[in-house]
């Protein structure tokens, strides 16, 4: 029988993060009424990530999925989403920067009214605890307002790494992202318009990690240049 929530992880060398986060996760999902199953998706790591995700989820159910070099965050999470079988797929980075516990009150919003639910620094209702720099902030201020202007509508923070699905649409979605860079959310999140699926933005818990992996300078014009692409990529 398929478990009902499954929890995807992305992780890059994250041998320092990664104990207490998936630490964290296996004490909520223990506590649940609910099966569930956590899938580290493991993007070319040179340090002991791999080890840790073994050692920690030994006897929990669970998936470590391996590529043999570094492809990009986008890749990471497209992988574990499509591996996932649970009825609802959440995948959340691995500094846990959003509370795993939030996902209760997301489940709660897809079980009735949305089938793409995700996470928001941006609205009224959020509780940012540890902000980013001003530059960074910034930038992602500015990026989300070029990602409206392109691809997608009305959604004011595309970038918070805690997104939850209905596994249909998981499965649908992720089958059709091809990039794999950080702005593989804008994607998503276009692409769900676009094929008529329900989003919601939900109002989260945020404290922002100091080991961000976003290079300030150069990845905002990566991801400005991918988001000019999404069009041409899904016409």
């Given at each position: 029988?398929a478990p009902?929530?499954?929890v995807?992880?992305?992780?890059?060398?994250e041998?320092?993060?990664?104990?207490h986060?998936?630490?964290a996760?296996?004490?909520f999902?223990?506590?649940?009424?609910y099966?569930?199953?956590?899938?580290?998706?493991?993007?070319?790591?040179?340090?002991?990530?791999?080890?840790?995700?073994?050692?920690?989820?030994?006897?929990?159910?669970?998936?470590?999925?391996?590529?043999?070099?570094?492809?990009?965050?986008?890749?990471?999470?497209r992988?574990?989403?499509?591996?996932?079988?649970?009825?609802?797929?959440?995948?959340t980075?691995?500094?846990?920067?959003?509370?795993?516990?939030?996902?209760?009150r997301?489940?709660?919003y897809l079980?009735?009214?949305?089938?793409?639910?995700?996470?928001?620094?941006?609205?009224?209702?959020?509780?940012?605890?540890i902000?980013?720099?001003?530059?960074?902030?910034?930038?992602?201020k500015?990026?989300?307002?070029?990602a409206q202007?392109w691809?997608?509508?009305?959604?004011?923070?595309?970038?918070?790494g805690f997104?939850c699905?209905?596994?249909?649409?998981?499965h649908?979605?992720?089958?059709?992202?091809?990039?794999?860079?950080?702005?593989?959310?804008v994607?998503?999140?276009?692409?769900?318009?676009?094929?008529?699926?329900?989003v919601?933005e939900l109002?989260?818990?945020?404290?922002?990690?100091?080991?961000?992996?976003?290079q300030v300078?150069?990845?905002p014009l990566r991801?400005?240049?991918?988001?000019?692409?999404?069009?041409r990529?899904?016409?």
């Amino acid at each position: 029988m398929a478990p009902y929530l499954s929890v995807v992880i992305p992780a890059y060398n994250e041998d320092l993060r990664l104990p207490h986060t998936l630490d964290a996760v296996l004490d909520f999902l223990k506590k649940q009424s609910y099966d569930s199953e956590v899938l580290v998706s493991d993007d070319g790591s040179r340090d002991r990530t791999v080890a840790i995700a073994e050692e920690k989820l030994v006897d929990f159910p669970h998936k470590i999925l391996t590529t043999p070099r570094n492809r990009g965050k986008g890749y990471a999470v497209r992988q574990g989403m499509l591996a996932a079988t649970g009825q609802y797929i959440l995948f959340t980075d691995a500094d846990l920067s959003t509370p795993i516990t939030e996902v209760s009150r997301f489940l709660d919003y897809l079980r009735i009214d949305c089938d793409v639910a995700i996470g928001s620094r941006a609205l009224p209702d959020s509780q940012i605890e540890i902000h980013q720099g001003f530059l960074r902030e910034t930038m992602g201020k500015v990026f989300n307002l070029i990602a409206q202007r392109w691809a997608f509508k009305g959604v004011r923070d595309s970038q918070c790494g805690f997104k939850c699905f209905r596994r249909e649409a998981a499965h649908k979605l992720f089958g059709e992202q091809k990039l794999d860079g950080f702005s593989f959310d804008v994607e998503i999140v276009y692409l769900a318009q676009k094929r008529g699926y329900r989003v919601l933005e939900l109002p989260v818990i945020w404290r922002n990690s100091a080991q961000s992996r976003v290079q300030v300078l150069s990845d905002p014009l990566r991801m400005f240049r991918d988001v000019l692409k999404i069009r041409r990529l899904h016409p």
